[in-house]
């Protein structure tokens, strides 16, 4: 069973920067793809920018271009996202995917928190 493990959320002010970090249990280069997405108090869970380990292809949704970005970080075998001039509508709790072969992993989520 992949186990996968979310951390750095918190709170922080308008403008501010976050980075959150995606552990998991394999090797990183073993999924197909990678990604973080996030969930607001009701609403549906989006995606926000994912990367395909191997290549390191990436793709961002439109309110996290310019401002977010996805990541390997090789050393740790974990998928980072940098998030940077955070607004109060990135207040979600941000959970990260790994994607092999029409299966799906969630980890637990970890909370972002962006006061204006």
């Known amino acids: 069973q992949v186990q996968v493990v979310e951390s750095g959320g918190g709170l922080v002010q308008a403008g501010g920067s976050l980075r959150l970090s995606c552990a998991v249990s394999?090797?990183?280069?073993?999924?197909?793809?990678m990604g973080w997405y996030r969930q607001a108090p009701g609403k549906e869970r989006e995606l926000v920018a994912r990367?395909?380990?191997?290549?390191?292809?990436?793709y961002y949704a439109d309110s996290a271009k310019g401002r977010f970005t996805i990541f390997r970080n090789n050393a740790a075998n974990t998928i980072d996202l940098q998030m940077n001039g955070l607004k109060s509508e990135d207040t979600a709790v941000y959970y990260c995917?790994?994607?092999?072969?029409?299966?799906?992993?969630w980890g637990q989520g970890t909370q972002v928190t962006v006061s204006s």
């Open positions: 995917n790994a994607y092999r072969l029409c299966r799906n992993w």
């Open positions: 990367i395909a380990p191997p290549g390191g292809s990436t």
């Open positions: 394999e090797s990183i280069f073993d999924f197909n793809f």
